[in-house]
């Protein structure tokens, strides 16, 4: 694919990526990919440099810790509704990181919990806990690809992904919701497992943050993430509002987070397979 060469002055240089990143470019766990951490002053780049674009969205949304509470209402292709609601909560961030999620409504689900260790190099590693039949089971990189408990997010979806996992290209510019945006296409290194052969991912222009990502397998686009009702949190631009298409069934999930929180005291103890027991 071939690259359009814009120069535009640079204001400061971005740091240099760590083995330290949505998906999602993803997130995301997801969440973590859709919030960008507000600057004083305006940084620009050179609109060629998709990896450096994608440094600056890790680097805004840097925080120790994160937690809020989601309703997810899942829609079938038929229309029909069906609330569900979850708490999460991550330590650490970009590929370094722990997050626990546990389903609180409706009662069928309630208390089931997924766990997800985060490696910079590799695909995270993830658990699920079912309190009804009281067993725990990992969950297998051939499975990730699977839907999670009815959701239209795949396990591989909740996953943070770091930066260094892919390659990138810049695929032009396009505005969402009457944003200007760079599109950016991922392709996972060899290194790294996923169920996607590649990703576009469109970030905004204004504020860094994810605004919308494709996911592909092979030339066919399989899921979609849609990112709006952005608000800064403790100087983190974060999407309130998620939602997540699965083209192929025709079916969508809208998360709303609730109570957000960064950088809330947490301890690595909670991210454990006996923690997620005991809860």
Known sequence: MSKHRVLITKTRRPRRLTKSFVYKASFVCFVCFVSSRAAGVKVCYAADNAREIVAEAQRRTDAASQRYEGLLQVFDAKGKVTDKRWTFERLGSHGDSKSALRFTAPAEVKGVALLVVNHADRASDQWMWTPAIERDRRIALQDRSTRFFGTD???EDLEERDADQYEYALAGEEAVDGTACW??????????SSQYTRSIAWVRK???AFARIESYVKDLAVRRLNYSSFQNVQGIWTARLLEMSDLKRGTRTRLTLEKLEYDVPLKDEDFTLQAIRRQ
Request: proline share 6%; glycine share 0%.
């Open 153 to 155: 997010f795949s396990f």
């Open 206 to 208: 204004d504020n860094y």
């Open 183 to 192: 599109k950016i296409e991922s392709t996972p290194r060899e290194s790294k």
